[in-house]
T-cell receptor, first 116, second 114 residues
């Protein structure tokens, strides 16, 4: 079945440590790929997106993501995590493969906790 | 530029009632999408509008409806509320309707059905 999967429900890292959040998709071709972040009581903020081209995408707040076609993955990374990065992170897919228009299909999210 | 605004932010309704939620997109944005977020089902697409026309619809019962006005503002309505409709309802706006355009989300309306 077509889906987007975030295997890690919770991740805890120490402040200053590196971070990698996993995202895998299962579609017949490469959809448009997005990462969003949601802080408690807030809406979703777009961190970065991949449509085509360079497989390493830079986003806001020091985040980057790497698209790997062979692994159907779009993992989010940050070299050094700050306490303010504690939030829930959602991988999402869009485009014609997911129904077209601007519709997004979201993963189940990864809750990031940062230890001081 | 002001972001997406949603009103009200919090709402408590009784089972069987109906509710209307409002969304004002970013100035100049003409496409509005709605999502439901619950702990059990996660983020699910409800519908999206562009130029006052529904362009896409998710897998929700007919009790969920929406519309878009000529100024791009959008409303969604849920009739005959059920306990399971308790959720955070998020609105997102985009410049236009098309393939995977960037969407900007509002803070959401927290609906509690008792």
């Amino acid at each position: 079945a077509q889906s987007v999967t975030q295997p890690d429900i919770h991740i805890t890292v120490s402040e200053g440590a590196s971070l990698e959040l996993r995202c895998n998709y299962s579609y017949g071709a490469t959809p448009y790929l997005f990462w969003y972040v949601q802080s408690p009581g807030q809406g979703l903020q777009l961190l970065l997106k991949y449509f085509s081209g360079d497989t390493l995408v830079q986003g806001i707040k020091g985040f980057e993501a790497e698209f790997k076609r062979s692994q159907s993955s779009f993992n989010l990374r940050k070299p050094s995590v700050h306490w303010s990065d504690a939030a829930e992170y959602f991988c999402a897919v869009g485009g014609i493969l997911t129904g077209g228009g601007n519709k997004l299909t979201f993963g189940t999210g990864t809750q990031l906790k940062v230890e001081l | 530029k002001a972001g997406v605004t949603q009103t009200p932010r919090y709402l408590i309704k009784t089972r069987g009632q109906q509710v209307t939620l409002s969304c004002s997109p970013i100035s100049g944005h003409r496409s509005v999408s709605w999502y439901q977020q619950t702990p059990g089902q996660g983020l699910q697409f409800l519908f999206e509008y562009f130029s006052e026309t529904q362009r896409n619809k998710g897998n929700f019962p007919g009790r969920f409806s929406g519309r878009q006005f000529s100024n791009s503002r959008s409303e969604m309505n849920v009739s005959t509320l059920e306990l399971g409709d308790s959720a955070l309802y998020l609105c997102a706006s985009s410049l236009a309707w098309g393939q995977g355009r960037e969407q900007y989300f509002g803070p959401g309306t927290r609906l509690t059905v008792t």
